[in-house]
């Protein structure tokens, strides 16, 4: 059975620092595109980073970007997004997902699977 499985998420200050990781389970990650979405309740889903398969290109939301970096560790069968400087606003359930591609784009659109995410909040 095909999996995402995100992890990472917790309680942090504003100015903190999180990790995320996204592990695939049932399949090889290294022949597909990552990315990183949230949502926070009531609200729409944002895309807000992107990866392709071998690493080589990386894109980020406006809202995210010099805060967040997206890696990847095909070996380990995972991505990663390292936050920091987190904001209040940053405060959302994180997902992962996969397309069927290397790279398309990174238009956030024609994802197949989807892990089940993992809470964020930024507080003090």
């Known amino acids: 059975q095909l999996q995402l499985v995100e992890s990472g998420g917790a309680l942090v200050q504003p100015g903190g620092s999180l990790r995320l990781s996204c592990v695939a389970a049932?399949?090889?990650?290294?022949?597909?595109?990552i990315a990183w979405f949230r949502q926070v309740p009531g609200k729409e889903r944002e895309g807000i980073s992107c990866?392709?398969?071998?690493?080589?290109?990386?894109k980020y939301a406006a809202s995210v970007k010099g805060r967040f970096t997206i890696s990847r560790d095909n070996a380990k069968n995972t991505v990663y997004l390292q936050m920091s400087s987190l904001k209040p606003e940053d405060t959302a359930v994180y997902y992962c997902?996969?397309?069927?591609?290397?790279?398309?784009?990174?238009?956030?659109?024609?994802?197949?699977?989807w892990g089940k995410g993992t809470l964020v909040t930024v507080s003090s």
């Open positions: 997902a996969k397309v069927d591609t290397e790279w398309w784009g990174c238009t956030y659109k024609g994802m197949d699977y």
């Open positions: 990866i392709s398969s071998s690493g080589g290109s990386t």
């Open positions: 049932g399949f090889t990650l290294n022949a597909y595109a």
